[in-house]
């Protein structure tokens, strides 16, 4: 694999529960802008040393607060990614087997170098949030950088609430109580179940209103005419992936990025199968995705 930007040993080849080191305190953390409309930078952590919940509150409230947090030089094992999962939300086994890493049915890899075809490669290549086409979406999504192309292999993600925010009141009130029918894919062909969730939705946690899925899986919005549907979904998508509420990610191996799937959308690069003379093209990930919505205890009131 030589050309690719690929992490080294390091941290990451310590177990977790190997605590020989001292665990990171919350106060370590330096918390800093990513430099685009939103985001936050995580530097100072290690969480293959280890974590307390402290220290998970903590980040899962920088990420309801920043929606996108990269918390950088994380070289994790699938398993120490896997634990931190669990204790952030209850991770999601993924549907496709070949994807699950080794043991660990919540760890998938996401990579452009093991020949998979370009639907496994791509699957994340439009904009939409994660298993909304489910009746239990996943709240946050995270994934360790592994191999990085040269490009920097971006995700591309859109602030949900300020697209909301940004609508004149009558738009806002016109949206507020309607609810969309979603299916995998945004199939119509009875394969799949069809689901329904809001079009605008209230963090479960933060409160904050955002529109919720308006690009990816939408069928239509209830209650209006196919055409209206049709014609509102595609002007709100546009709107709600609109460059003012874009920040674009470009990695730096180790990074782990996590983001909150209630207030964003994400598009994933288009990637070109990475071999032999592509290797600056290679682009792996591991990835954990999961439900529920742990409360810190500055929003348990
Ligand atoms: O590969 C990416 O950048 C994003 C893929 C994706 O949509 C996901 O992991 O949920
Ligand atoms: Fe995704």
Redesign the pocket.
Known sequence: MTGYRQRGGGAGDALLGSYGKQHMTVTDLRVSSLGGVFGAEVTNLNLADGFEDVLIDRLTSLVYEHKVLCLRDQPLMPQQLAAFGKAVGHPIEHVEENLRLGEDSTIMS?SNVDGRDARQRN???FW?T?LIFTEEPASL?M?NAVVVPLDG???RFADQAAAYDALDERRQRLLEDRMVHHCYEGRRDDSMPVVKHPLVRKHPVTDRKALYGVAGTCLDIIGLSSHDSAKLLKELELHATSPQFVYTHYYRPNDLIIWDNAATL????TLEEAAGDAAEEA?V?H?C?VRGWRKPAEYST
């Open positions: 996401l699957g994340g290549a939409h994660d999504t994934l292999g971006p995700t994400h598009c994933g690069p682009r990930m990835r995705s």
